[in-house]
Structure formats: C-alpha cells, structure tokens
C-alpha cells in the first residue's frame, strides 16, 4: 500500500539525522567496546561490532519500509499487529532460549530476537487505535479498563521470562494517558505511591504508618475545619492503640507495631467510612480510601520484593539506595561503571583508549553499560554531547506530536517520546549509581537488533504519520 501523494518533502530531516548520529557514535563505542589487541576488520562478523554493522545497515532498510507505506496501514492494521505480538510473547515462553536467567529471545543462526521490544511500537499503536476509536472517553470507567488490558497485557505476559526491565518501561505510557486528558490526582497518587515504596524500604514501617496516621489527621482537619472531631478521632486511634499495645506487652504475644498500629488504624477507618456514607459525607471516605490504600500498599511492598523480584533484584535496589554495599558482588557493575566514567575526566582518555573499556573490567560494556565506554574514552564532553543529542531528539518528538491534526498520530507520537524517555532515563541512571540496574538498553546506541529495530519502528513509523500531518487520518 503505497501513498500516492508526494510525502517525502513533509520528511522531518533533523529527526532522521539525529537518529543517524547516533547510531554512528553507538557503533562507534561498540567498537571500541569489543575491539582485541590483535589486528581485525571491522567488517568481522564474528564480533559484535560487525554483527551490529548488519544490524544497522538492516535498520536502514526497515526504516525505509516502514515510511514507504500508506500512514493508514498502521491504523488498519494495529490490533492485527497486537494480536500478533500478544501470540509471538507467548510462544516465546514455549520455544524461546532462556540467556542469563530469562526465556526472551528466540534463536536464529548467529543472531537473536528479542519480542519485547517489538511489542512496545505495537502496543502504542493498539492504544492510539483505542483512544481515537469512536465514543472513548478516557474518564469513563469501562474505557480505562479497555486501556489499561491494552497497556498491561504484554508486559504481564513479558514477566512471566522474567523481565522486570522491560516490563516497568509499560508503564511509562502513563504519560500518554495523562496528555489526553487523565486526570491529574491520579498521576499525583502515583508518584506518591513511587515514593512510598522506596521510604517503606528505607524506613521502619511502624514510623511510616504514624506518618500516614497523622497526615491524615491533618487532612481530615483542613476538610471538617473541626479540631474536636479531629481530636476525637485521634484519640479513639490512640486508645485502641494503648490498649493493644497494653495486651501485646503482658500477654507477651510479641506483635510487631506495624501490626499493632494496623489493629487498631483499620476498625477505626471502618468506622468513619461507615459514618461518612451515612451523613453523605464522601469527600472524608477519600481520605480514608487514600489512606488504606496506602497502608496496602506497604504491605505490598514485602510481597513484591520477598515474592517478585529475584534475590539479585532485590540487591540491586537496596546497594542503589544504600541500604547495602556489596562492590564485588551484586554493586560490582555500577561500581566499575562509576570509575570507568569517573577516569574519564573532562575530554576523556581518548578513543580506543580506555583502560577499563579494552580490559573489560565492565561486564555488558556494549548493551546496558555502554555509556560507561562514553564516559570514559570522551569524559564529560563525550557523555554531554550524548545527553543533549537525546534530549533534542526527544523535544523535536514532542514538537512533531504537537502539531499533528490527527489524534492517533498525537497519541502514537507520544507513546514513543515516554519509551524513549524511560530508556534514556533508566540506562543512564543506571550506569552512574542513581537507578537500580534492571538491564534495558540505550536506545540506537546499545549493541542488539532487536532494540535497534523496535526504537526504528517507533520513529519511522511516526515520522511516516507525521509526513501526512495535513490529513485528518482518524
């Protein structure tokens, strides 16, 4: 299906060039990364900056493909591509070969693929799709259940290899939602409950619950404007409180305060939700939805990392927030990360001259830690310049999505600037010791087809629906 207007004058240029540049210096430290004191080619195939030339020159190729088809094809055929991916996942847990303790790639000759990053693009469109078809209204409740399948499905099925990596990035399309209208305080409850997970690790959760308990209060206060009822129910809280508190001690029963504190905060909640439904007084039953929801989710928080995440998972979040310090073992690749950067100095070492780079004291130098190689071989100019060309890439996206006059490639548009964005963000964050390491690459720049390939099908795929800028297409 090929469009019969003249498009390639609508190209947005300085999209395609960035892409470029960034691939070339990626290939560059990908070489750099891998290259053996012994004289090779850089046509050697057998090494990984010559797989990534094929790779590359493969992408090109795509990109090419993707932008040579009619922009409606995509619309027509989104959920057909969905249903694909949804099958392709799951068959990957059947057949697929399972490397470094994940069943995410399938196997062909000398080369792997990775499905979950093609279901990324796929399920962008499948949402675009969604959110433009006729009648949907994202505040209207069986409309944010069909959005939130739609989001949710793959990377459920993708934590099931397990791949936590890949599976938080979903759940970035948030952003989306949030650009089309979602509301505000649900994006506020979120963040909240981001900072609640990691205070519950930091914290003791007896604290964290008076906490809560008090701000509460203080809440309940500012929307009753009645100090007595708000005494009232303070002391009722602290009285039950004592009075378990009084059991536990000479019972000797040994309840924790956590528990002690939930006794006596949830009858109580009980209560007031009971009376608020009542007297119709349901802005004070959200504060204390708000509030159970809260201490939920605190005890969510020991199932998710006792139950969820993998021992070395659960490691590497607690050496990030300091909460352990183990450098030969699970802290090593952050901290041979942070010296290789550090050494790097402000013009770097030189390229192919990085001490920590040619000696590999860095496992995954090429794919999750290759900014590690930038850091070190071009220092703080080499790490800049990266930094700003992701960033212009990422303010030239929402540019191109601001002033589409069609809601899907709006909405496409953005689905791809909050991957993107997660990328970036995470990786980077990850090789200089402020995020856990969850192992997700760095877009363009990382050695891997699949990754290539799906951030080229994200862009080409926009950059296609946004040379038919002028067409209303849905």
Same mark, same amino acid.
Request: charged share 10%.
């Given at each position: 299906m090929v469009q019969r207007n003249n498009i390639y004058a609508?190209?947005?240029?300085?999209?395609?060039?960035?892409?470029?540049?960034? &691939? =070339?210096?990626?290939? &560059?430290?990908?070489?750099? =990364?891998?290259? &053996?004191?012994?004289?090779t080619g850089v046509f050697d195939f057998s090494q990984r900056f010559g797989k990534q030339i094929i790779w590359i020159g493969a992408g090109i190729l795509f990109a090419v493909l993707l932008f040579i088809l009619d922009a409606k094809f995509y619309i027509y055929f989104s959920y057909f591509f969905y249903a694909i991916l949804i099958l392709v996942l799951i068959g990957v847990l059947v057949f697929g070969k399972e490397i470094h303790g994940a069943k995410s790639w399938f196997v062909i000759g000398g080369f792997q693929l990775q499905p979950s990053e093609f279901a990324k693009p796929v399920t962008a469109l499948a949402l675009a799709n969604l959110m433009t078809s006729h009648n949907y209204n994202i505040r209207k409740f069986t409309h944010l259940i069909q959005t939130g399948l739609i989001i949710l499905f793959p990377p459920?099925?993708?934590?099931?290899? @397990?791949?936590?990596?890949s599976t938080i990035v979903y759940f970035a399309l948030i952003f989306v939602l949030f650009r089309e209208g979602f509301s505000a305080n649900i994006m506020l409850m979120l963040a909240a409950l981001g900072l609640l997970f990691f205070a519950t690790l930091l914290l003791d959760k007896a604290l964290i619950l008076l906490i809560l308990v008090v701000v509460s209060l203080m809440i309940?206060?500012? %929307?009753?404007?009645?100090?007595?009822?708000?005494?009232?129910? =303070? %002391?009722?809280? %602290? *009285?039950?409180? *004592?009075?378990?508190?009084?059991?536990?001690?000479f019972t000797e029963t040994n309840f924790s305060l956590f528990n002690l504190g939930l006794a006596a905060v949830i009858p109580?909640?009980?209560?007031? =939700?009971v009376k608020g439904f009542i007297t119709r007084?349901?802005?004070? &039953?959200k504060i204390l939805a708000g509030t159970v929801i809260a201490i939920v989710f605190i005890i969510s928080v020991n199932y998710v990392m006792n139950d969820i995440l993998k021992p070395h998972q659960q490691h590497r979040i607690y050496v990030t927030l300091g909460i352990e310090d183990d450098p030969q073992g699970v802290g090593y690749n952050v901290n041979q990360s942070k010296i290789a950067i550090g050494s790097g100095g402000?013009?770097?070492?030189?390229?192919l001259n990085g001490t920590q780079t040619k000696l590999h004291f860095v496992p995954e130098q090429s794919t999750d830690f290759i900014f590690c190689t930038v850091g070190e071989e071009w220092g703080f100019l080499g790490t800049t310049f990266i930094i700003l060309l992701y960033l212009g890439l990422l303010l030239r996206m929402i540019m191109l999505a601001e002033r589409q006059r069609s809601s899907f490639s709006r909405i496409f548009g953005y689905g791809f600037i909050s991957i993107l964005f997660t990328h970036f963000l995470i990786n980077i964050g990850m090789t200089i010791g402020l995020l856990p390491v969850i192992g997700i690459p760095l @877009?363009?720049?990382?050695?891997?087809?699949?990754?290539?390939? %799906?951030f080229t099908m994200f862009l080409f795929i926009f950059l296609r629906l946004d040379a038919n800028r002028l067409e209303l297409l849905r």
């Amino acid at each position: 299906m090929v469009q019969r207007n003249n498009i390639y004058a609508n190209i947005d240029w300085i999209s395609i060039l960035i892409w470029l540049v960034v &691939m =070339a210096f990626g290939w &560059m430290n990908i070489y750099s =990364a891998n290259i &053996m004191e012994a004289d090779t080619g850089v046509f050697d195939f057998s090494q990984r900056f010559g797989k990534q030339i094929i790779w590359i020159g493969a992408g090109i190729l795509f990109a090419v493909l993707l932008f040579i088809l009619d922009a409606k094809f995509y619309i027509y055929f989104s959920y057909f591509f969905y249903a694909i991916l949804i099958l392709v996942l799951i068959g990957v847990l059947v057949f697929g070969k399972e490397i470094h303790g994940a069943k995410s790639w399938f196997v062909i000759g000398g080369f792997q693929l990775q499905p979950s990053e093609f279901a990324k693009p796929v399920t962008a469109l499948a949402l675009a799709n969604l959110m433009t078809s006729h009648n949907y209204n994202i505040r209207k409740f069986t409309h944010l259940i069909q959005t939130g399948l739609i989001i949710l499905f793959p990377p459920l099925l993708i934590l099931l290899q @397990p791949d936590l990596g890949s599976t938080i990035v979903y759940f970035a399309l948030i952003f989306v939602l949030f650009r089309e209208g979602f509301s505000a305080n649900i994006m506020l409850m979120l963040a909240a409950l981001g900072l609640l997970f990691f205070a519950t690790l930091l914290l003791d959760k007896a604290l964290i619950l008076l906490i809560l308990v008090v701000v509460s209060l203080m809440i309940y206060l500012f %929307a009753v404007r009645s100090l007595k009822k708000t005494v009232i129910n =303070a %002391a009722w809280t %602290a *009285g039950v409180f *004592g009075i378990l508190f009084g059991i536990n001690y000479f019972t000797e029963t040994n309840f924790s305060l956590f528990n002690l504190g939930l006794a006596a905060v949830i009858p109580i909640s009980i209560v007031l =939700a009971v009376k608020g439904f009542i007297t119709r007084e349901y802005g004070h &039953m959200k504060i204390l939805a708000g509030t159970v929801i809260a201490i939920v989710f605190i005890i969510s928080v020991n199932y998710v990392m006792n139950d969820i995440l993998k021992p070395h998972q659960q490691h590497r979040i607690y050496v990030t927030l300091g909460i352990e310090d183990d450098p030969q073992g699970v802290g090593y690749n952050v901290n041979q990360s942070k010296i290789a950067i550090g050494s790097g100095g402000f013009s770097g070492k030189g390229y192919l001259n990085g001490t920590q780079t040619k000696l590999h004291f860095v496992p995954e130098q090429s794919t999750d830690f290759i900014f590690c190689t930038v850091g070190e071989e071009w220092g703080f100019l080499g790490t800049t310049f990266i930094i700003l060309l992701y960033l212009g890439l990422l303010l030239r996206m929402i540019m191109l999505a601001e002033r589409q006059r069609s809601s899907f490639s709006r909405i496409f548009g953005y689905g791809f600037i909050s991957i993107l964005f997660t990328h970036f963000l995470i990786n980077i964050g990850m090789t200089i010791g402020l995020l856990p390491v969850i192992g997700i690459p760095l @877009p363009f720049f990382s050695y891997g087809g699949s990754s290539l390939w %799906a951030f080229t099908m994200f862009l080409f795929i926009f950059l296609r629906l946004d040379a038919n800028r002028l067409e209303l297409l849905r």
